[in-house]
């Protein structure tokens, strides 16, 4: 059976297999460790508060990775208005996962020896599912030349494979990014961290919204205990006085004034 998604805690069970792919997909967007850390503590909150509306859309995956990409390339944004800060971006480790094949084995020891920024860049593409023209404001590149250095590594890629492809080099660079950003490793922020944070935020913003809901729920029943009262006031005034005399036609129409004022407004 697989954990509710709305409860917090089988949220988090959800997450936890995805911690280091996404945590990887915020440090090649924002290209800082640190930086990533609190990226993935935002983006996992930001995922958590939109599953709802991204559910119909997209898979649990593919909801958390669009969330990293959007809180990531939205503080790379803020951060660059305020200056210059330190990138730290390796990526790729020299031991291949062994859960690629052997033709995907190929591909990670071309990957594994380009300059650091063709192999972001890859990561970017493949890994993060980034569009060029975005991948171009993080790496400050033009976008014709993110898309100059992308079809040149693919070609690099296809002379690698020569025929032995049977199912797509973008199949397998996506396979070969998902393995690499998925491995164990040093690299990776502190899961707990990230999860502690996520607790406390779903705390904060349900007890906002208890704390909303509880007042509002106030304010409408002593609303409708009036109305009833002037309700209760009138038929009783109906009922006391059939004939409807000057006086209770007086009472009558200040009834029906007062009940307009408080459900109407006016």
Known sequence: MRPNLDDPQGYQVRLKPLYGEM???????????DLAEFVLK???????????????RMNFREGVLAAVRLVGLTELRH???KGSYELDWE????????????SEQKLYAVLAKQPVQTRRLMTLRHGCGLKERQISE???????QVHEELTGCAARMER???????????????RVMRAEMSRPGEDMGEMGAVLRSFERDVENVTSRRFSVGHWVGIVL?????????????????????????????????????LLRMFTFGK
């Open 23 to 33: 945590f990887r997909a915020a440090y090649a967007i924002i290209g800082n460790r």
């Open 42 to 56: 935002n983006a996992v909150r930001e995922a958590y508060l939109r599953r709802r509306e991204w559910r119909d």
């Open 79 to 81: 951060i660059r208005r």
């Open 91 to 102: 990526g790729f480790s020299l031991n291949c996962p062994e859960s690629l094949g052997s």
């Open 138 to 144: 993080i790496l400050n590149l033009k976008p014709a």
């Open 160 to 174: 690698v494979l020569g025929k032995s492809s049977s199912y797509g080099l973008e199949k397998m660079l996506k």
């Open 221 to 257: 029943g002593v609303l409708g205990a009036l109305v009833c009262a002037v309700l209760v006031w009138l038929i009783a005034i109906l009922l006391e006085e059939p004939a409807a005399s000057p006086s209770a036609a007086g009472d009558i129409q200040g009834a029906i004034s």
